[in-house]
């Protein structure tokens, strides 16, 4: 057996692959994968969740060099 892996977004491209593949009868398994950590991606959405709900705090420039000093 030889697996092939496709890395696109473009739905056209997919679309195309997969009728390729049906017509010369080859079977396929479609899996969609992130490459993060779903640990990581739902901490970065309460985040952006947090910060649109006002919860967030605004450092300025001079703020975040004092901290290295």
Known sequence: MTILAIETED???IKAVKALL???KVSFNERSESPYDPEFVEMVKAGDKEIAEGKGIK???EELRSLWN
């Open 22 to 24: 049906k017509g010369f």
């Open 59 to 61: 450092v300025t420039a």
């Open 11 to 13: 739905k056209e491209v």
